[in-house]
């Protein structure tokens, strides 16, 4: 269990205490549907679309979110256009990192 | 025995005798306080000869801070090199294979163990030179070269920077030895200097913004357990900074300027590292940029400490927390980032790809690596009861009293961090299965060995975090902010 | 204020040696032009450090048949041995990885050449 400033986090209670309410949420649904039949009620419902192959229905890495990135379109942009991956401008932000600490050490150290 | 099985045995069982080393050491400094080792003395204890007053010869010191590190590479390197039995199986050159790595293993102990300013060069160099020939070792790649040939031009820069700052304070005290400095050092232009040169030179080998850009380039395309392995020597420079900032300069340095930046700089990390990685479909490039946003994480709680180093009471409220926090982060970060990077070479070994746009449906076949990748994300997500959470819970709770925007950046981070696992899982495990992965099998012994280990260290850390918390975070924190007992160790208790 | 730039002629040379590699790394685009860069900057800093050591009017640091006055210091000039030994090994690694790199590519620049980014 591990003190800080404003609480404690104790994870031995917090499995028992997760592990009680998983069993709760078992034995609710052992109790079932009776009349559930197996395979029949678990097909996609494709109501009258024809079936596509499965490398068609699975959906591929750069659609998800998209809508994340068009919203965020005017931080992505340019973020990703400073990326460019040439060798020379990993050692311009070298270079101008070291002339900004520089210079913000000598004004907060004069002042 | 073959000489395959006779070089692959060397290499393991001097990583297991290595391992045992380092957990005796860690055991004998928490019961007995720092140890130091004079190289050429007549005793190893013996820093000033004949009642001089300046320590000769390169001396070794190890405190907590050290040995927490040193307990982290060895379990990694081990891991990693189990690994490496079956996945670099079919490639030829396997013996310069294992030279190199047993070399970058020794490269980084020297980094980790030194307590001399020169010697934390040389073995800086020799962790980079293995490490690059390591990324570019399968060259039938055209960017693994490129990768390699990026990694060592940048730690050829800031290697050759950090030599022109230990020139620097060699001109001005004549002494190399961080200890001495310690005593001697006064805060003028040039160590102000010297101080920078330090700083970036090492932010830059271990990738934070705005000089993260090399960094997913050269981890992307090495073997994977390699690049698990470059990440625990970037948590070293990571290290040598927090030695640096805090021993050597210690309270003399502007720690509110110098905190700051540290903390401007963890902010930004986490924010364009989890930003960028939710753009990824290459998968190890992915985890390079995740890679890259939890040492954000670190960095803040670090530095929020160390702005708060020359203010008694809130440095004992909670500066000690935050920096605590910060160090049980880096043990977390550890465990599961390795793991995560296996998993990743896991998919490549048996799918030949790295694009996630062409995998599907692989959970199907290959049921162990799907439970360890779901451990892993539980775990850097900070999701209870896994040990992610109970370090970032350390950083929140602290973090927050000093500044509570950085506490909700950091909130914030966690949670895209999940978002971007999960599309991960969507594409890589779950879906139908594809036709063209049908006779595709679960990893080889070997690799689920080397991940199990890490996955057995998540779950004991998750368990027992206030154990961890009170045998090695606290005594390296304390040997953090201590700086007195750094400088005793060396030179014997003088006044 | 002009007396002191013959007593300090090595540093400024060393400083201009650096800076003259800041130029080079930045603004050349060949592959085999940045590495030569890489060697400026390595002798800069290495003739930085052997001229931290000279005490004015000393000896070579060897103990036999030595006279008398001050000795200039040695531990700067392990410093660069290490130093450049150590940029040897660095510079041949480089050099290795342009061979593959154009070998792979056809071509040295190091916009043209590359093949990741964002």
């Known amino acids: ?90 050692l311009i932000w070298l270079i101008a990192s070291v002339a900004i600490v520089i210079i913000i050490l000598f004004v907060a150290g004069g002042i | 025995m073959t000489s395959k099985k ?68 060895a379990t990694v390197s081990l891991a990693a090199a189990i690994f490496s039995l079956s996945h670099m199986a079919r490639e030829t050159g396997q013996t310069r294979f294992y030279t190199l790595l047993l070399l970058m293993v ?130 070293a420079c990571m290290y040598a900074v927090f030695r640096i900032c805090f021993t050597l300069y210690g309270i003399t340095l502007d720690a509110t300027t110098v905190g700051w930046i540290i903390i401007i700089i963890g902010l930004l990390t986490m924010f364009v590292g989890v930003t960028m990685a939710v753009f990824q479909t290459d998968v190890m490039r992915f985890m390079s940029y995740h890679a890259i946003s939890q040492m954000g994480y670190m960095w803040m709680g670090v530095g929020v400490g160390l702005a708060v180093l020359g203010n008694p009471e809130a440095l004992a409220t909670y500066g000690r927390d935050a920096i605590s926090g910060g160090i049980f982060h880096i043990l977390n970060h550890a465990m599961y980032k390795p793991l995560l990077f296996m998993t990743a070479g896991a998919l490549f070994h048996r799918t030949g790809t790295r694009d996630l746009n062409k995998m599907g449906g692989l959970g199907h076949n290959m049921k162990f690596t799907l439970i360890l990748y779901i451990i892993g994300t539980l775990s850097i997500a900070g999701i209870p009861p896994l040990n992610g959470f109970a370090s970032k819970f350390l950083i929140y709770e602290s973090v927050y009293q000093f500044n509570p925007v950085l506490a909700v950046v950091a909130m914030l981070v966690s949670i895209i961090t999940l978002a971007s696992f999960t599309k991960a899982f969507q594409s890589a495990f779950t879906g139908p299965q594809l036709p063209e992965y049908k006779d595709v099998k679960e990893v080889p012994k070997p ?49 | 204020m002009m007396e002191y730039i013959p007593l300090n002629f090595p540093f400024l040379a060393a400083a201009l040696l650096v800076g003259i590699s800041f130029y080079i790394l930045i603004f050349k685009r060949n592959l085999i032009k940045l590495i030569m860069g890489i060697g400026m900057l390595a002798s800069g800093v290495n003739l930085f450090l052997v001229a931290l050591g000279y005490r004015a009017g000393g000896n070579a640091p060897i103990y036999t048949d030595v006279p008398e006055g001050p000795m200039v210091l040695p531990v700067p000039q392990a410093l660069t041995l290490t130093s450049i030994v150590i940029n040897v090994a660095v510079l041949a690694l480089m050099l290795t990885m342009v061979i593959l790199i154009y070998r792979h590519t056809g071509s040295l620049d190091s916009e043209k050449s590359r093949k990741m980014k964002g």
């Open chain 1, 1 to 90: 269990m591990i003190e800080s400033p404003s609480g404690f986090w104790g994870p031995v209670v917090w499995i028992i205490a997760a592990s009680v309410a998983l069993l709760i949420a078992y034995f609710i649904q052992r109790r079932g549907e009776k009349a559930y039949k197996k395979g029949v009620q678990s097909e996609t419902f494709l109501m009258g679309n024809p079936k596509l192959s499965e490398g068609e229905t699975h959906i591929r890495a750069h659609n998800i979110y998209w809508g994340f990135f068009e919203g965020l379109k005017k931080y992505y942009v340019p973020t990703i256009t400073a990326h460019t991956g040439i060798i020379n401008d990993h």
């Open chain 2, 6 to 73: 006779a070089r692959n045995s060397l290499v393991i069982v001097s990583l297991v005798f290595v391992a045992f080393l380092v957990f005796a050491l860690a055991r004998d400094i928490h019961l007995n306080g720092i140890h130091i080792y004079t190289l050429g003395a007549i005793a190893p204890d013996l820093a000033l000869p004949g009642g001089a007053m300046v320590p000769i010869r390169i001396i070794l010191e190890v405190d907590g801070m050290s040995i927490f590190m040193g307990i982290i590479w």
């Open chain 2, 106 to 235: 020794a490269g980084c102990f020297g980094m980790i163990l030194t307590g001399d300013l020169f010697n934390l060069f040389v073995f800086l160099e020799i962790a980079s030179i293995s490490g690059a020939a390591l990324i570019a070792f399968r060259t039938r790649f055209a960017d693994a070269v490129e990768g390699g040939f990026k990694y060592i031009v940048i730690s050829a820069v800031a290697g050759l920077m950090f030599l022109f700052a230990v020139g620097l304070l060699y001109g001005q005290y004549n002494s190399l030895n961080i200890g001495y400095l310690a005593n001697v050092m006064q805060y003028g232009t040039l160590d102000m200097i010297a101080l920078t040169l330090f700083l970036i030179s090492l932010t830059i080998k271990t990738g934070m913004v705005p000089l993260h850009m090399w960094y997913p380039d050269s981890y992307t395309v090495a073997p994977a357990n390699i690049t698990a392995m470059l990440v625990i020597t970037s948590h």
């Open chain 2, 447 to 495: 690799m689920l060995i080397g991940m199990g280990i890490l996955a057995a260290g998540i779950i004991f850390t998750s368990i027992f975090p206030g154990l961890i918390v009170e045998r090695i975070v606290k005594p390296a924190t304390d040997a953090l902010i201590n700086q007195a007992a750094y400088v005793n160790g060396i030179m014997g208790g003088m006044p």
